[in-house]
């Protein structure tokens, strides 16, 4: 059973940091895009960043970048997003998502490319 389990989830103040964690199983991790997502209350679920385990390329949202960091520990099954000098525009439910790779590069900001997505973490950033 293919299974991803976000976490890190909380409150931070605005200039601080977070680390989010995506755990998977059930899949060869070392062959899929795992990617970040979030949605903010009335808005359209957004990608934020991307890691492709294949050949280890990220991407990021224009908005996050500079800011955040992708990276992933595939002898753990793991992905992290380390937000760092989080803006209150940050706030929002993340998720994280996973399909078998590769894609094409430009798809990774489309939640429709992607087959599997754990459950969210609130991350709430306080001015």
């Known amino acids: 059973e293919v299974q991803l389990q976000a976490s890190g989830g909380g409150l931070v103040q605005a200039g601080g940091s977070l680390r989010l964690s995506c755990t998977a199983s059930g899949f060869t991790f070392d062959d899929y895009v795992i990617a970040w997502f979030r949605q903010a209350p009335g808005k359209e679920r957004e990608g934020v960043s991307c890691?492709?385990?294949?050949?280890?390329?990220?991407d990021y949202a224009d908005s996050v970048k500079g800011r955040f960091t992708i990276s992933s520990d595939n002898a753990k099954n793991t992905v992290y997003l380390q937000m760092n000098s989080p803006i209150p525009e940050d706030t929002a439910v993340y998720y994280c998502a996973a399909v078998e790779g590769p894609i094409h590069r430009s798809d990774w900001v489309l939640f429709g490319a992607y087959d599997e997505w754990g459950q969210g973490t609130l991350v709430t950033v306080s001015s």
């Open positions: 890691i492709r385990n294949y050949d280890g390329s990220t």
